[in-house]
């Protein structure tokens, strides 16, 4: 931990954030357990963190849709509204994106202050907690998975990997309407959190073969399978699991450069693959859907620690130790060092 120079408005649409939580993302973990992910390469010192909220202390002149004073969760992604990618409305594809905690993009917020655009910051009521606000950024990607699955045409589905961005999507799911869901995990605590959270069935992959109990529970195979843990395991259960016709969403990021199908069976059964880059327009959506049950999506939090205490935030999370579902990183109180 380091003292750095507080962030300065630049820009007529700029909003200086005091932060408040920020939740740890596996991807954060990739960075502090590797240095990468794929082509992008950490340069220490660089800050991590992406999902966030805070309080706004400042504004630059030309914003006009929050003040200071305001509570606003954190949109990490800062797209250019001008490529080919924007105007036709894929803004998570931008061309010259910058994200938060991305290498040679922008520096996280894990930080007390930072500087984001007007565009990045949606405000939220009182009424939300600031950790639940935080919340709404992987929920946002679960929504927006399900939406490029289909949505409520999925009748049977299965979730591989019951970590936050799992269970996002099995939010997402019964949002949809979706009622045969069916998810794995390798941690106990994370199984029984899908099954507390609405999962029909949840099994731990390292206790019992999961592809063959879910196909005797659906003879007929699943609709869509969402592989939310980067696993190679996973993508090939996934290929056993789905009907013929079927959709496989990739979502979760493996530490690897490439990964593997089995072609006979995938050419066989014409399955289609959708791969994920977080979301587009969903923000505002998780957002609603947690001010409307909050209940639900506060279960997915484990774990709360100070802003000091943020590399033994980290290292549970890269352990998977006791029972660690989602981590919040909280400034209130802030002590360094503890």
């Known amino acids: 931990m380091v003292d ?16 408040e939580t920020v939740g740890v993302c596996g991807s954060d973990v990739h960075y502090y357990r590797t240095g990468r992910i794929g082509s992008q390469i950490v340069k220490y010192p660089f800050a991590v963190g992406h999902e966030g909220a805070g309080v706004v202390i400042e504004t630059g002149a030309g914003v006009k849709s929050i003040k200071a004073g305001d509570r606003v ?55 939300m907690s600031m950790d639940l606000a935080a919340l709404s950024e992987p929920l946002a990607i679960g929504i927006y998975c399900s939406k490029m699955a289909g949505g409520a045409r ?76 980067g696993q190679q395991e996973a993508q090939d259960q996934a290929i056993e699991l789905l009907k013929p016709g079927g959709k496989l969403v990739l979502v979760g990021i493996p530490t690897v450069d490439r990964v593997s199908f089995c072609i006979d069976k995938m050419r066989r059964k014409e399955i289609c693959i959708q ?17 409307a049950n909050p209940v639900t999506a506060a279960k997915m939090i484990t774990h709360r620690f100070r802003f000091g ?30």
């Open 309 to 338: 205490q943020t590399k033994k935030a980290f290292d549970l999370v890269a352990g998977y130790k006791d029972g660690v579902v989602k981590a919040m990183i909280e400034f209130r109180e802030y002590q360094s060092f503890v």
């Open 154 to 229: 999925c009748s049977r589905v299965a979730i591989l990997g019951s970590g936050p961005i799992g269970l996002s999507v099995l939010i997402a799911e019964r949002a949809e309407g979706t009622r045969k869901i069916y998810m794995t995990d390798k941690i106990p605590a994370r199984v029984s959190t899908a099954s507390a959270m609405g999962a029909i069935w949840a099994g731990n992959v390292s206790r019992e073969d999961v592809v063959a109990r879910m196909l005797k529970l659906e003879p007929a195979g699943m609709d869509v399978v969402y592989e939310c843990c």
């Open 4 to 19: 750095v120079a507080a962030p300065r408005l630049k820009r007529r649409d700029d909003v200086l954030i005091k932060m």
């Open 275 to 291: 791969n994920i880059r977080r979301q587009v327009d969903c923000a505002q959506l998780a957002l609603d859907m947690i001010a």
């Open 73 to 127: 969760a954190i949109e990490p992604a800062m797209s250019c509204w001008k490529c080919d990618q924007c105007r036709v409305g894929r803004y998570h594809t931008c061309r010259n994106l910058r994200f938060l905690g991305c290498p040679g993009q922008a520096e996280g917020c894990l930080s007390e202050y930072i500087v984001m655009p007007e565009s990045s910051c949606l405000p939220v009521g009182e009424e």
